[in-house]
């Protein structure tokens, strides 16, 4: 009788679920930094978008929307600072 599992069954079913939650979650925040906080949540959005990736996610296509629109994030970060001298925006 075993009592204890085995390492590497859980790590390899688990693996591209996890890959593919990171995608999501990169597209998600990467949309929503569009908006608010892209100062955070760009960063965050780039790097769920390039580990995904790296994991071998089934939703390439959702991580390289997440680190597209994490890459706008920051342009539009840079745009506004320039525009306004400042490190916040405001309407």
């Known amino acids: 009788m075993q009592l204890?599992?085995?390492a590497t069954g859980p790590t390899e079913r688990t693996?591209?679920?996890?890959a593919d939650?990171?995608?999501?979650a990169s597209f998600v925040l990467g949309l929503l930094g569009l908006l608010v906080l892209n100062v955070v949540l760009g960063p965050?959005?780039?790097?769920?978008?390039?580990?995904?990736?790296w994991r071998g996610t089934?939703?390439?296509g959702r991580a390289l929307?997440?680190?597209g629109l994490g890459i706008?994030?920051?342009v539009v970060l840079v745009t506004l600072m320039q525009l306004d001298s400042t490190v916040s925006w405001s309407f």
């Open 4 to 6: 204890t599992a085995s």
């Open 15 to 18: 693996a591209p679920r996890d």
């Open 21 to 24: 939650g990171m995608a999501v």
């Open 44 to 53: 965050v959005a780039i790097t769920l978008a390039v580990v995904a990736l």
């Open 58 to 60: 089934k939703r390439r």
């Open 65 to 67: 929307l997440g680190l």
């Open 72 to 74: 706008a994030d920051l």
